[in-house]
């Protein structure tokens, strides 16, 4: 079973808050699975990624690459890790299905978003019933507090 933890984003927006949270799975030796619901999400923090350089730099990669197993963070529209991450970020609320290969799941929500909100509830519930490890991760004034 994952460890799912649900990260409701109320003072930053995914592309301030994601590049954090990646830095420190690389940090930790871990591999990353990024998973959009479109294409445009995808291009958007393809161009993202190449530009961040604080807190560190963050290569990747997607469709289309050679050797996507030695990408370290892999983005995707498809629900795929050819990269073999172990720790899974959802965006645009991207469901997880029961998939053994990760170890973490980070499910990353826009808290100003109502129907998001209401979304992530129903993955908590979801998650719940399957006997997944849940945390609930709210943004506070410096980083994030777990709430649950």
């Known amino acids: 079973m994952a460890q799912i933890g649900f990260y409701h984003l109320t003072r930053t927006t995914?592309?301030?808050?994601?590049?954090?949270?990646?830095?420190?799975?690389?940090?930790?030796?871990?591999?990353?699975?990024?998973?959009?619901?479109?294409?445009?999400?995808?291009e958007d923090l393809d161009k993202l990624?190449?530009?961040?350089?604080?807190?560190t730099w963050l290569p990747h990669g997607s469709s289309g690459i050679i050797r996507p197993d030695l990408q370290p963070?892999?983005?995707?529209?498809?629900?795929?890790?050819p990269n073999n991450a172990t720790f899974l970020f959802l965006l645009e609320n991207r469901t997880y299905e029961n998939t053994p290969t990760f170890e973490r799941?980070?499910?990353?929500?826009?808290?100003h978003d109502e129907t998001a909100v209401a979304a992530a509830r129903t993955r908590w519930s979801t998650?719940?019933?399957?006997?997944?490890?849940?945390?609930?991760?709210?943004?506070?004034?410096?980083?994030?507090?777990?709430?649950?």
Request: charged share 20%; proline share 3%.
């Open 14 to 42: 995914v592309a301030d808050a994601l590049p954090q949270l990646l830095s420190r799975t690389l940090a930790n030796g871990q591999k990353a699975a990024i998973w959009c619901q479109n294409k445009t999400m995808l």
């Open 49 to 55: 990624l190449w530009t961040i350089t604080t807190p």
């Open 73 to 81: 963070i892999w983005l995707s529209t498809e629900a795929a890790a």
């Open 105 to 111: 799941v980070f499910d990353l929500f826009d808290g």
């Open 127 to 148: 998650q719940k019933a399957a006997g997944h490890e849940l945390a609930y991760w709210r943004q506070e004034e410096r980083g994030w507090k777990r709430a649950r």
